[in-house]
């Protein structure tokens, strides 16, 4: 059974440049949910999607950093342009129905020099 | 603001012995808890839950115990094992979901 895959592991751009970061649910969950990771703030939840609906973005930082989910297998987190600050491990999560147990991905190491 | 707090960004057991690891939260609302453990190059995955009607919940080596008029919960380990190195994350949810900062635990052979 996959689980949450993220594309690319790894990804290392300069500043200004677009970035972004892909995600597959897991099969049959209809929640995705978008989180970043630093060491200074823990896992913080950029937006969640249910049924490809974005539900809550309050945790987006800027304009720059946007968010879609065309269907229910596939979603993007972009950011545009990128700056030093935003490096991080993004990592994506699936859930059925929102469900508080949710699955994550493998994460995307960003390094923007 | 940190809304979920892991005070301890590590901490070191020997094999065998008892691991807790504290979280301590601000808002009341929060209704259901989870510990999530990282390996490293991995994302999380969950270990175990509880809802905020009760006070303990167990599952094999892993309790979790939930103080709501404290805002606290800890995991408790017992016994600890090489392989439960890990770093843990604690996590509430209410309307929004929350993770801590995590602890990365250290078990010694």
């Known amino acids: 059974d996959a689980g949450v895959i993220q594309s690319p592991r790894h990804e290392v751009t300069e500043m200004g440049q677009e970035v972004t970061l892909r995600c597959k649910p897991i099969s049959g969950h209809n929640s995705l949910f978008w989180y970043r990771q630093t060491m200074m703030r823990g896992l913080e939840l950029l937006i969640y999607f249910n049924n490809n609906v974005p539900i809550d973005d309050s945790g987006m930082p800027e304009d720059r950093f946007s968010a879609k989910m065309p269907n229910a297998s596939f979603s993007t987190l972009k950011i545009q342009p990128s700056e030093p600050r935003d490096s991080a491990v993004y990592f994506c999560?699936?859930?059925?129905?929102?469900?508080?147990?949710?699955?994550f991905g493998p994460g995307t190491r960003l390094t923007v020099t | 603001d940190q809304q979920v707090k892991q005070n301890s960004p590590s901490l070191s057991v020997q094999e065998g012995r008892i691991s807790i690891l504290n979280c301590d939260y601000t808002?009341?609302?929060?209704?259901?808890f989870l510990w999530y453990k990282k390996y490293p190059a991995e994302g999380p995955t969950f270990l175990i839950s509880i809802s905020s009607i009760k006070d303990k919940n167990e599952d094999g080596r892993f309790t979790v115990f939930l103080n709501k008029s404290a805002k606290h919960l800890s995991l408790h380990i017992v016994p600890s094992q090489p392989g439960d190195s890990a770093v843990y994350f604690c996590a509430a949810s209410g309307n929004q979901f929350y993770f801590g900062t995590g602890t990365s635990l250290t078990v010694i052979p």
């Open positions: 808002n009341s609302m929060f209704d259901y």
């Open positions: 999560a699936s859930s059925f129905n929102g469900g508080r147990e949710q699955y």
